[in-house]
């Protein structure tokens, strides 16, 4: 979150609150999902792949030489996706945070 409040202020201009907001929703979302994964099975290491996933995913997918709306179109849909991946664990698994035994 750092690097969004100093390394994309100036980039993304008056968009800059509205992508800060979408970044934070699928940061949200990861963390959710990565919590369910390691309340289910107990493992960091399964924590850290999902963590690079979507950090390399992000990267891998995301052109370069994008303008600051395309950036903002970009992070909301992404968003957007994580988002419908929490939703669908949450209604798939009740108990979302409760460890299975």
Known sequence: MAASIYGAGAFHGNLFI??????SVGIVGLRIIMIWIYARTS????????HASFTGG???LV????????????NSAFSLSVTGIVVI???RNRDLMMRSR
């Open 18 to 23: 509205l992508n800060f907001l979408a970044t």
């Open 43 to 50: 493992s960091l290491v399964l924590g850290w792949l999902t």
């Open 58 to 60: 992000q990267l891998a």
């Open 63 to 74: 052109s370069l030489d994008l303008t600051p709306a395309e950036t903002t179109i970009w």
């Open 89 to 91: 664990v949450v209604l």
